[in-house]
């Protein structure tokens, strides 16, 4: 069981769930290529700058596998991080303003960073979040 499902007020369902982008990995993913093509070349160097994408990708899998964002009929929860967590429960009544940034590649993509403004001066950032536009939607749609 994860940590919203872990929170939920009574009565309370969750209508929609998104998750970090897969663009989180291209690092990784790039020097592991990278490495492979060098293994043809000079395998040394190669294993080398594969050791280095595989050690580098074990923060991005952290991060993908410990957070979670979702929109109830009464809150917008989101949680990130295990040794380090960051927790933001908001009511929808107290949402203000919800604000998507989208790079072109984000765009093309689908994937950018949400900032939720809320009563009281909460102000909170994610970024790389996948359907960033699409979770704004349901965040309205379910204040409405």
């Known amino acids: 069981m994860g940590y919203i499902q872990a929170n939920l007020l009574p009565d309370e369902q969750i209508v929609y769930k998104a998750r970090l982008h897969w663009v ?24 080398v700058v594969i050791l280095i994408g595989v050690l580098g ?3 991005p899998i952290m991060a993908y596998s ?7 009929n009464k809150r917008v929860i ?9 927790t933001l429960e908001l009511l929808l009544r ?27 001066g909460i102000k909170e ?5 996948s359907a960033p536009l699409e979770f ?7 204040a409405s």
């Open 94 to 120: 107290h949402v203000e303003t919800i604000s998507v940034d989208q790079s072109v590649t984000g765009r093309i993509l689908n994937f950018g960073s949400l900032t939720l403004t809320g009563s009281g």
């Open 78 to 86: 989101i949680k990130t991080g295990f040794l380090r967590r960051k």
């Open 24 to 47: 989180i990995f291209w690092k990784c993913c790039a020097l592991v290529f990278l490495g492979a093509i060098f293994l043809l070349i000079q395998p040394i160097v190669g294993v």
């Open 136 to 142: 704004r939607r349901r965040i309205q749609g379910e």
């Open 125 to 129: 950032m994610f970024d790389n979040i």
């Open 66 to 72: 410990t957070s979670e964002f979702a929109v109830t």
């Open 57 to 59: 990708a074990l923060w």
